[in-house]
């Protein structure tokens, strides 16, 4: 059931499945402090085929193409892009002889704990972990009991100010 703001039309429950998709906003984000925006819409895009099936999907170049405005060169750049950060790995099939691609949704898309060396140099290190003295951005702590802990180490976190975007 979906309850909707009468006045302003705000959705406050969105259904799962059907319609909806998980937008990996952290991925998105380093996407776009790297200036790659083809990569940024391509994932995307690949986001968009996610069923009830699982985080795999395989349109074709052509579909892609269709669905972003993008070319097959700027397909293949903004693939390696995206597999260069981590967060799809592609695996090849043949439908007959054509080759074809899978493309897997890695978990750092949407927990920036677990991106590469490539990716987490884009991340926003607004925290600071006392106990291990890590910064960590928004993705590496949760929140306890007794306030924001560390994943991983469990020490308590505090606000060390947004730095300067890279
Ligand atoms: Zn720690």
Known sequence: MQKIDKK??????????GLWAPLPIPAF???????????QKVL????????????CVF???????????????????????LEENGFIKIHK???GKKARNKYY???CCWDSGKMNKKASQ?????????DCKKHIDGGGYGKGPAGKV?????????????????
């Not at 070319?71 to 693939?79: E, Y």
């Not at 180490?153 to 975007?165: E, F, L, N």
């Open 59 to 81: 349109p074709s170049y052509i579909t892609i193409a269709r669905a972003c405005g993008i070319g097959q060169n700027g397909i293949r750049k903004a693939l390696d892009v």
């Open 105 to 107: 949704f890695q978990d």
């Open 150 to 166: 560390h994943w991983g180490c469990g020490g308590p976190v505090i606000k060390i100010g947004i730095p300067k975007a890279v």
């Open 29 to 39: 984000q380093v996407l776009a402090r790297q200036k790659e925006w083809q990569a």
């Open 44 to 55: 995307v895009c690949l986001v968009s085929f996610i069923g009830n099936e699982g985080y």
């Open 93 to 95: 099939f043949y439908e």
């Open 8 to 17: 302003t039309g705000e959705i406050h429950t969105i259904r799962i499945k």
């Open 122 to 130: 884009f991340l926003k290190r607004t925290h600071m972990c006392l």
